[in-house]
């Protein structure tokens, strides 16, 4: 095992395998700090997390996945302002690296920052716990950002792909329980996909928007605080995949869907009168699917089982407000 030195990390990490995108980049990699310009029509939206082991993902994962993970994070997090991404930095921290995890690390950071058109810009390398934060910054065409905080009563609640897979996927790492059938699952935690394309076209009818990381229920939650409005969720109508239904029992994989983290899907609010306009644009194949869960109200997050009465989900107190 050949450990590697600090330039030759980002030696690798400049030249290796990123293509350059050279979106209004005049300085990348390579001075004491990155220049880049934006046109006047554009604002800039930063963007930064972090992701350590034994924190956000299990100790010994693939090192693909976690370069994967660091970027895939923050772009969910520009999906979710409606924004395109451009440049990124990263805060490269692990105690030692050898030169065969360092390339696994990289293809996983540099497939999706190509597939993203993203460039990395510049960032910092220590030997130290091992943590990656990235700071990615992109645009938004002025004033068509979209925020969490700007949801209206009756509005539609909207979620893209489904839920609870991830977790269920991180559970099986955790137990190490993986087989055939499950493999899915898995891969569905280790290498989430940030809903980017899906973004542009939401953010066109979108009277708010958040990324699942969290879980649907407590992230839907600071939509409502944001906005100062309630909701009513139709359990029977979250989309939960037959992959789920077929690993876990029924009550298991809802307690998933609503609960569980690292989905990384798009929860997003339609106004009615949007509805129809809105479902005809977003109709492509390179798309993945969206489901209407539900209605923001006036107060109280309410699910609500198939007989529209209060939904009981046993072993859980859920907190009303
Ligand atoms: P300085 O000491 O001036 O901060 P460094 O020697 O730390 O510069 O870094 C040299 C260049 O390499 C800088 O442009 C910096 O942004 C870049 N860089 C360092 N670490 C990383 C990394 N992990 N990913 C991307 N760029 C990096
Ligand atoms: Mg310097």
Redesign the pocket.
């Known amino acids: 095992m050949t450990s590697v030195s ?1 330039i030759e ?2 030696d690798a ?2 030249l290796k395998t990123f293509d350059n995108h050279y979106k209004n980049i005049i300085q990348g ?6 220049i880049t310009s934006i046109d006047a029509d554009y604002h800039l939206v930063t963007t930064t997390d972090a992701i350590s082991e034994g924190v956000h993902y299990p100790k010994g994962i693939e090192a693909k996945a976690i370069g994967h993970r660091c970027l895939a994070v923050n772009l969910s997090d520009m999906a979710a302002m409606g924004a395109e991404p451009l440049w990124a ?4 921290s692990k105690p030692s690296i050898d030169q065969l995890w360092l390339e696994q690390f990289i293809l996983g950071f540099s497939e999706l920052a190509n597939k993203h058109k993203v460039s ?6 220590i030997s130290g716990p091992e943590l990656f934060s990235v700071t990615l910054q992109g645009i938004v065409p002025k004033n068509k950002h979209i925020r969490r905080s700007t949801a209206k009563i009756g509005d539609l609640v909207y979620v893209t792909g489904f839920l609870g897979n991830a977790s269920q996927g991180l559970k099986i790492v955790q137990e190490d329980k993986k087989n055939s059938s499950s493999k899915k699952l898995v891969q569905d935690f280790l290498y989430p996909h940030p809903r980017l394309t899906e973004s542009s076209a939401i953010s066109r009818f979108a009277s708010s928007m958040i990324d699942i990381s969290d879980g649907f229920y407590s992230d839907l939650k600071k939509v409502m605080k944001a906005s100062n409005v309630g909701a009513e969720i139709k359990i029977s109508d979250l989309p939960i995949s037959e992959l789920l239904l077929n690993n876990i029992p029924k009550e298991d994989a809802i307690n998933a869907a609503l609960f569980g983290g690292d989905d990384y899907e798009l929860c997003f609010t339609i106004p009615r009168e949007f509805k129809k306009d809105f479902l005809e644009d977003y109709q492509s194949t390179d798309r993945i699917g969206i489901t209407c869960v539900g209605e923001i109200k006036e107060k109280n997050l309410l699910l609500l089982d198939d007989h529209n009465e209060e939904f009981e989900l046993s072993g859980r107190a859920f907190e009303h407000f």
Not at 120 to 125: A, K, P, S, V, Y
């Open positions: 600090e990390i980002i990490l400049k990699i390579g001075d004491d700090g990155a930095s990263l805060v490269f990395l810009i510049g960032g910092d390398t």
